[in-house]
């Protein structure tokens, strides 16, 4: 009788044991597709697209890439209520809020690709913000507050995606025209610096520290500046972009990621006003043709792009 109970107990044990063995294996089976979902699904992020040119590269990318297309904005409601409004053309795009001048935000944006889609594709660095003409905000102030959204926080959602971007991967940031022209009323020995092959990043952070703090001063001109912020804080993204994709050739060369800075025209939009040259959808061609450049391309990286042809810096 003992012998008969010891039996019936071993087999229930070898019983739960094979049950249990068969569970883990198709947990295993389950994260191992999983993984390979998350890896396989292609995903891009656009900044600041809630209005205005970054909208229209959301609504352009929904029609043109074989992925999920994700609208941030800092303001949730904006952000969410664009999302609704390209749904009501047939679009399928997906919101995530983003605030490009909060780390935190940065980060758990960063976290969530990571963990949902085992990285990112395509990152769009549009947001971006400037002075008008007529602000009487004194220059100094300008030029802090400029160059903190558009070369700071531009820099920041590069560094923290950059590792995440996947190979394949397309960084497009969205410069301007501005930056060129600013740059060519910079002092001769500033041109040398930001056009040279062998400017840092840490160089170029200090340089842009320096115009704010000659801006403050009132001393930029004198120090050799233009007195533009918004063009400044552009010769510096540009500048940026030509650094990062210059480590992506020496760190990552078998990735085939390809990093380029764009000028998006004259576009009408509450930043440039109503007498553009060009509407928001016009303005997302350049940024749209970057981001979708096909698998296996080698060019453009590392460039100024504009009417989908390469500038001269």
Not at 26 to 50: D, E
Not at 176 to 205: K, N, W
């Amino acid at each position: 009788m003992r012998s008969k109970q010891r039996h019936t107990k071993n087999r229930q044990k070898q019983n739960w044991t094979d049950k249990n063995r068969i569970s883990s294996y198709f947990q295993f089976i389950f994260h191992c597709r999983h993984i390979t979902a998350m890896s396989n699904s292609k995903v891009a992020l656009v900044t600041g697209a809630n209005k205005g040119i970054g909208f229209a590269i959301v609504r352009a990318m929904c029609k043109q890439y074989a992925g999920d297309v994700y609208l941030t904005a800092r303001d949730a409601g904006l952000g969410t209520a664009a999302v609704d409004s390209l749904k009501k053309e047939g679009l399928t795009p997906l919101f995530h809020q983003l605030d490009i001048n909060d780390p935190n935000s940065i980060r758990k944006a960063r976290d969530f690709f990571r963990e949902k889609y085992g990285g990112l594709d395509v990152l769009v660095n549009n947001a971006g913000i400037a002075f008008k003409n007529a602000d009487t905000t004194p220059f100094g102030t300008q030029a802090d507050v400029t160059l903190k959204t558009n070369f700071f926080a531009t820099r920041d959602m590069c560094n923290v995606f950059l590792p995440i971007i996947k190979p394949g991967g397309r960084l497009v940031n969205v410069s301007s025209g501005m930056g060129s022209m600013a740059l060519s009323r910079c002092s001769p020995e500033l041109q040398a610096r930001f056009r040279s092959d062998d400017i840092t990043e840490e160089e170029l952070v200090g340089l842009m520290e320096r115009f704010v703090r000659d801006a403050q001063e009132g001393v930029h001109s004198e120090k050799g500046w233009p007195s533009t912020a918004y063009g400044v804080s552009k010769t510096g993204l540009t500048t940026l972009t030509r650094i990062l994709a210059r480590n992506l050739t020496k760190e990552r060369p078998g990735d085939e990621i390809l990093c380029n800075a764009c000028c998006p025209g004259w576009v009408r939009t509450d930043m440039a006003g109503p007498n553009a040259t060009k509407s928001p959808d016009e303005g997302a061609i350049t940024p749209v043709y970057l981001a979708l450049l096909p698998a296996g391309a080698k060019e453009p990286h590392g460039q100024f792009v504009s009417e989908k042809k390469v500038q001269p810096w």
